[in-house]
């Protein structure tokens, strides 16, 4: 068996020129009639060059990261590993990346309408599993857990403060839903949880907002999310399938 995860991040990218113009001292504050022509005379004094089209308004630039290794089952019925494992990260665009990782594919053996087993692990976005999907047609595919975990506590942390046992039941009540596979009755309880809240008082926007994020994110990737097959025994270290 062999295994793939794709993961992308932005790193930060800003000039040693653009740092020493953010840290400069700051300009003092001219007195004038109103907020209106206080603004205006600001945009006077300081011209910005107007960005042109494709340009990015933040010093982040993506980069796109590949690993892959082999898994073979040993005499105990579990899969060993990971063999001949290698890491390629760049910031070509992710067509070179997913071509990088079909050619190493093919270089270990598995063909894109190999019967061997390939699994997919992708940080989430669908173009990924979209584009994957197209030169590993026999693979499966599974979200990385960490990224769903980090969406659920992040909306838990809405309706409960932080470190409290409140909150942590909470998420546990959500994750052992996750493990069991039974997504379908998490959306569920995700959206009878909406429903009791208001549209209109104030304090439920960001709860309402924080939900109804989380719910599209899971339903567009249900079909990544069959967690119930792919279970990991921590203490051996070994995975089994």
């Not at 933040?58 to 690993?67: L, Q, Y």
């Not at 290794?69 to 067509?95: C, F, M, Q």
């Not at 379908?184 to 208001?198: D, G």
């Not at 924080?210 to 070994?238: A, C, P, T």
Request: proline fraction near 2%; hydrophobic fraction near 35%; charged fraction near 40%.
């Amino acid at each position: 068996m062999i295994i793939i995860e794709v993961d992308g991040k932005a790193t930060p990218t800003a000039t040693d020129e653009e740092l020493n113009k953010r840290r400069q001292k700051r300009s003092i504050k001219e007195k004038s009639c109103c907020k209106r022509h206080r603004g205006k005379g600001k945009r006077k004094r300081c011209k910005r060059k107007r960005r042109k089209k494709g340009d990015k308004s933040k010093n982040g630039r993506s980069i796109t990261i590949v690993v892959m290794y082999t898994l073979k089952k040993g005499e105990d019925g579990l899969l060993h590993g990971p063999y001949n494992k290698i890491v390629w990260a760049s910031y070509a665009p992710r067509r070179v990346m997913l071509d990088w990782a079909r050619k190493h594919a093919t270089k270990r053996v598995f063909f894109p309408n190999t019967k061997k087993k390939i699994h997919i692990a992708i940080d989430g976005e669908v173009c990924l599993m979209q584009g994957l999907s197209k030169l590993f047609p026999n693979a499966s595919f599974v979200l990385d857990i960490r990224h769903l975990e980090e969406k659920i506590w992040k909306v838990g942390r809405l309706f409960f403060k932080e470190g409290t046992k409140e909150l942590e039941e909470w998420v546990e009540e959500k994750k052992k839903l996750i493990y069991n596979g039974q997504i379908e009755k998490l959306l569920n309880l995700l959206k009878n949880q909406e429903k009791k809240l208001s549209k209109r008082a104030k304090r439920d926007e960001d709860k309402i907002k924080g939900l109804r994020q989380l719910i599209n994110y899971i339903e567009k990737r249900v079909n990544m999310m069959d967690y119930k097959n792919y279970i990991v025994d921590f203490e051996s270290g070994f995975l089994n399938f």
